[in-house]
């Protein structure tokens, strides 16, 4: 069964920076795009940044564009997203999240989140 | 970017009624629309994919239909599993986007 194993969240304070990783494995992390969710405590999915297989196209929400980067290491297994300037309306699970293919948005597994605070 | 708007936001039925949930997109996005389950404290849960294509052991009292701008989820005979938030999301243009969702309840 596909792994996926968030880390790096926390309290951070506005304008402050954070860098979330997530480690996948029981499959074969090159071949497939992986995304990054988030969701608000008690509100809805917001889709924040997705890298396709061979790290040649990304994309941001509207919300984090300018802010957040989206990066991989296929020799690593891993996904990362680093978090610069951060704001209260970024506090969120994040959820490491991996594609059915090498490009697609659709997503077929999901990681069980890390938890990020923004606050003073 | 592309706005998904799903109706209704909530839905009270009973186990073993018929129910469907629409999703709009702001503009047409073919057939790259996925649905998603999630029940409280758990991450979501592939339904289906390509509008109508139902992921691997997904029960197949679920389906999916629709293109363009204009799609339906049904679930044909409500269990008590099945009671849940829904979401739809489009994934045919950067940013993806997903519905605000769906809560189902039982009634």
């Known amino acids: 069964e596909v792994q996926l194993v968030e880390s790096g969240g926390g309290l951070a304070q506005p304008g402050r920076s954070l860098r979330l990783s997530c480690t996948a494995s029981r499959f074969t992390f090159g071949d497939y795009a992986m995304h990054w969710v988030r969701q608000a405590p008690g509100k809805g999915l917001e889709w924040v940044a997705g890298?396709?297989?061979?790290?040649?196209?990304?994309g941001y929400a509207d919300s984090v564009s300018g802010r957040f980067t989206i990066s991989r290491d296929n020799a690593k297994n891993s996904l990362y997203l680093q978090m610069n300037s951060l704001r209260a309306e970024d506090t969120a699970l994040y959820y490491c999240a991996k594609a059915l293919s090498g490009t697609s948005g659709n997503i077929d597994y999901w990681g069980q989140g890390t938890l990020v605070t923004v606050s003073s | 970017a592309i706005q998904m708007t799903q109706s209704p936001s909530s839905l009270s039925a009973s186990t073993g009624d018929r129910v469907t949930i629409t999703c709009r997109a702001s503009q047409g996005i073919s057939s790259y629309l996925a649905w998603y389950q999630q029940k409280p404290g758990k991450a979501p849960k592939l339904l289906l994919f390509a509008a109508s294509t139902l992921q691997s052991g997904v029960p197949s009292r679920f389906s999916g239909g629709g293109s363009g701008t204009d799609f339906t989820l049904t679930i044909s005979c409500l269990q008590s599993e099945d009671f849940a938030t829904y979401y739809c999301q489009q994934y045919y243009s950067y940013p993806y986007s997903f519905g605000q969702g769906t809560k189902l309840e039982i009634k």
């Open positions: 890298i396709t297989w061979n790290s040649g196209n990304t």
